[in-house]
């Protein structure tokens, strides 16, 4: 039987103010162009960051032993929500006061990331209120909400979206339930807005399983796609080669150190490009990291606090 997906705090997020409308045209000021990290052969490996209660700058802190290059290629912001307005009838983009401090304050909290070599990406996730990735009436109102996603990576300079459709409790205020059509023209709209950034799934929900519609399949449109569930190995289930999926999934400081080590030799000899990690937090987690990163490259993983 798998594991919960998620320790989640979400307590306070429903009596957050929504997030105002972002304004059209909006850029981000992305700083100094990123310094090329040590070379570094083997997997992509990306963190999830619960941002209520840790930094993304943990990220930055491990670096391999041998070679100094960064342990993680990717950061996941966790986690921005589609939300439901009851006015408008229609989906909205919401940050909590937590994810909205990061993004305020992506000149310290981001761009030194980036400047490492280390990508950031804001994951999306359903907040309860019926609002979901795979219900939208229209085209034309998944690409409304596509628009709000790509404007949010324009303004902050971030690197781009992952959705993850859990949450969402579809049905909610009047909504309405999962359509094959609703993530084809979001993904492909997303798509189309942003051609050259990150575009990842988290493998679970209605929207996961709808990646198909009148011809158009969206898979190839996915940058990366993982198994939600930590401490297993699932091979994704979306046509995408080997080099971008991500069977193992561990939970830092959950997942054991030898189940950790196990799927991250598994991912090496399977050949898979992908190895994901969930809740990395602000103590020194070496011994959890270096784990798998002596099966993904050879080396122990280096905390610099």
């Not at 439901?84 to 909290?109: H, I, P, W």
């Not at 409304?144 to 996603?149: E, G």
């Not at 051609?195 to 990842?200: A, L």
């Not at 959950?254 to 799927?263: F, I, K, P, R, W």
């Amino acid at each position: 039987m798998f594991t919960p997906v998620r320790s989640r705090i979400r307590t306070a997020a429903l009596a957050l103010s929504a997030i105002t409308a972002l304004a059209l045209g909006a850029t981000a000021t992305t700083g100094a162009a990123a310094a090329p990290a040590p070379a570094k052969q083997g997997p992509t490996s990306v963190a999830y960051v619960e941002v209520n209660n840790n930094s993304m700058l943990n990220v930055g802190k491990y670096t391999l032993a041998n070679g100094g290059g960064n342990v993680f290629d990717v950061a996941v912001i966790f986690a921005a929500n589609i939300n439901y307005d009851t006015g408008t009838k229609a989906a909205t983009l919401y940050f909590n006061e937590n994810v909205q401090r990061v993004l305020d304050n992506a000149a310290t909290q981001i761009r030194p990331l980036q400047q490492k070599g280390i990508k950031v990406v804001l994951s999306v996730l359903g907040n309860h209120q019926g609002a979901g990735f795979a219900n939208f009436p229209s085209r034309q109102a998944a690409s409304t909400f596509a628009k709000q996603l790509s404007d949010t990576v324009a303004k902050y300079g971030l690197d781009g979206i992952d959705f993850d459709d859990e949450y969402a409790d579809y049905g909610n205020n009047g909504t309405g339930q999962p359509n094959a059509s609703s993530f084809v023209y979001l993904v492909s709209a997303l798509r189309a807005n942003m051609p050259d950034k990150i575009i990842s799934l988290y493998n679970i929900g209605p929207a996961a399983s709808r990646l198909s519609y009148g011809g158009v399949d969206v898979s190839s449109k996915f940058d990366y796609a993982w198994n939600p569930y930590y401490g297993t190995w699932q091979v994704p289930g979306i046509a995408l080669p080997k080099s971008k999926l991500s069977p193992a999934a561990v939970e830092i400081g959950g997942t054991s150190q030898s189940t950790a080590a196990n799927l991250a030799r598994r991912t090496v000899s399977e050949g898979y490009g992908v190895y994901l990690t969930y809740n990395l937090d602000g103590a020194d987690r070496s011994a959890d990291v270096s784990a798998f990163t002596r099966e993904l490259y050879g080396s122990d993983a280096h905390y610099t606090p």
